[in-house]
């Protein structure tokens, strides 16, 4: 395995560890190399936006720079390597050295006027990353949750020659998932020559401070383009990085309450929290081991006992907390880049019209490059953020005179003709948008299979009240402060906006009325029509007002660019219309998939949902605070109520962080001490099977190419480790996963009896067959695979196999080079 290309400059390689720069410093700087490159053409490209994208230049930089990777591995024009990555970084230098000697005034002047802002952003990055990996450096170990599952994408990545990489646990087909995040990641790794046990973690605690910095400058953007200054900026845009990275939900106030037993045993049997039953502790936070795990999995009907609908509602801070480096948590600085994105497009000066991409080109190309990149991160995000860029088009072309024809035409139907028009010139930058967003990572849709089979209407039980107010109450609060006080000063709408009243309305109910005809029409197919008549019910009033949110907003936000007001609040408007359409959403329909329930649904899209309204709290928090003095509507008494009101939710959701963080690395326990911190998450496997973690470094390290085969057994085990941290395919890794991925279990039928085979059978020609005809090279033998298959060796050694490895009881045997079966 290649030892990595800055490794010479850093004085280390990837075998020898932490000398004399260690993995963390060498990452950091290779990020930071990568974000310097592409500053210039951060501040050519968002030219509408006041800190001209730099908070974002980070991820700009890993997304071109990991499709251009991407793009040559799939033509094998180039491979995989970390020359390779060092000379699309060199043509990345040439181009910042061009750009640099071109707009050098542009750049002078933005480096002079904004000096201070960047020395914030990158003191948020460092302050961020440093403080993860001390988190991170306390609990390492990757081998609980589906951590394996994600190492085992990000090493079959940085051992593929070319792509798409070969699914390290269904050897012969590449994998079947949405695995560009992990892609991003495994750039850097390789380019410094860090292993991939200590990139994992490296790569882990880049997530927070890529978003951390990331909704900081997009926060900050906003509130300067409606009018704030520098130090409002500053200021309020920290809210923002506080909501969605640092907050938790308000499920902690609840731990809160318990350990203190400050409620009696009918609110816990009210509540229905699994694992909150009234027991007190003592104390200000619980002692129970994974308390924190709670927090994300409030919303549930509870029967006996019984999960009658079972969900998950993860938040960002519980994500880097627990260490999956899932794709939802990959894509999040590609969400707020996307975002970004919109935002410059919705204050360029030039109109929306035919020649608008011909105009912004360049625009236009990064716009459709980042948008598809979110299908290939997380599948879940591309439709809903086309959504979103699609209604930021339409109110720039609203705000475009041109998209009508004539600036000064008025009359009733002036409206209609101006929305129809605006519509029709937004469709002509749209369409193509995400047609070209499609194609241009098309050889990642031939190759996905799926678990989806379509959305069906939800008829199980909806989300009480309690646990959603628990689960999203600090940020719908703020969201819908925010557009309270929007509407305050609002006049009365004029003729020329009913056409767009109409509109608005339209799509907000227009997924309640589908439900309403497909749900009535399941209970007469079914004739239950009685038990359904109070389900309609019930539902409706608890989805009418999140609706109601998603058509006030919407309708507010258009008619500002209706209106011709180039407003700072339009685009978070657009993005509360979103969030409520989509909470809303998760109670009326779900993706059926593999789990037969909408777990997945609530959990993406609440997910969603919290970036979204982390962004509209923080900016409504500073719309609110500059407006203060100007609520005439309200006495002095409930203008500090609402104000108390939002200082204790915040308060009540910065308790969960403290607390879990606490727990999760114990570092105020009696015998705790810094001396075992580490950034190895195989670091548990060295102590505990040493002879493992040599085999595993010299399968990475040193061994020739080849597939390798090992035991099998269940999900969330230690089985398949040696596949996950080395990125050699296996015959058959985990199964259920592999079932999830693929859609069916079809595709590696008769492979676990297979294996079992290879270590069992006592007959060479067989096994000898087996092994050729998955073209495996090695065979494990360590303790997993005496204990499985209850032998100490493969049955069928001699005229097999060679002895490739051997220290402690692991043995590697590499298979025979010719046949010795003629």
Known sequence: ??????????????????????????????????????????????????????????????????????????????????????????????????????????????????????????????????????????????????????????????????????????????????????????????????TSNAGYNLAMATIPALVVAGSFGLTYNLIRLSGGGFRSGILFGLFAPTLIAVAGNLEGVLELVQVR?????????????????????????????????????????????????????????FSFLLGDLHSHVLNLPFLLLVLALALNVLFLPEPIGRVWILRNSWHFGLLALALGALAFVNSWDFPVYGGIVGAVILAKALLSRESTGDANESGDDFGTRKLMGSVAASASLVVPLLVLSVLLYLPFYVTLSSQVSGILPYLGPGTRPIHFVLVMGGPAFLGLLFLWRRLQDWPRPAKQEASLIVMAVMVAVLPWLLWLVLAATWGALTRETDSLTGLLVIRTVTVVPGLAVAALSGYAALSLALRGKSSGTIFPLLLLAAAAYLLSGAELFHLADFFGNRMNTVFKVYYQAWLLLGIVGAFGIYYCVSRFKQLQVLGRGAQLALGGAACLLLIGALYYPVGATLDRTGVLGEHHDFSSNTLDGLQFIKNSHPGEYAAITWLRDEAAPGRIVEAVGEDYSEFSRVSAATGRPTILGWKGHEHQWRGTAETFQGREEDIARIYQSDDPLVVYRLLSFYDVRYVYMGHRERAKYGVSQPAALDGVFETAFKRDSVVIYEKISYSPFK
């Open 1 to 194: 395995m290649p030892t990595g290309f800055l490794p010479s400059i850093f004085g280390r390689n990837s075998l020898t560890g932490l000398a004399p720069v260690s993995d963390h410093l060498a990452w950091f700087l290779t990020i930071q190399l990568m974000g310097l490159l592409a500053t210039p053409m951060a501040i050519f490209l968002f030219k509408a936006l006041p800190d001209r994208g730099y908070s974002l230049a980070k991820v700009l930089a890993l997304l071109l720079a990991g499709y251009t990777l991407w793009v040559l591995g799939l033509t094998g024009v180039l491979p995989n390597s970390p020359a390779t990555i060092a000379a699309i970084l060199l043509v990345g230098g040439v181009v910042f050295a061009w750009l640099y000697y071109r707009r050098w005034p542009e750049i002078e002047e933005y480096l002079r006027e904004q000096w201070r802002y960047i020395l914030i952003v990158e003191g948020l990055f460092l302050a961020t990353f440093t403080a993860w990996v001390f988190v991170i450096s306390e609990v390492p170990a990757i081998n609980h949750t589906e951590k394996p599952m994600d190492f085992a994408f990000l090493t079959s990545i940085l051992q593929s020659p070319s792509f798409p990489p070969e699914d390290p646990w269904l050897s012969g087909y590449s994998i079947s998932y949405y695995y560009f995040g992990h892609f991003m990641m495994a750039l850097p790794m390789k380019l410094a020559g860090i």
């Open 261 to 317: 037993g400050w409620a009696p045993l009918e609110f816990w049997q009210w509540a229905g929290i699994k694992g909150l039953e009234g027991t007190t502790g003592g104390g200000f936070f619980p002692d129970s081991n994974w308390w924190w795990w709670r927090a994300t999995r409030v919303i549930d009907t509870l029967r006996g006992g019984v999960s009658l609908d079972y969900t998950i509602t993860e938040f960002p801070f």
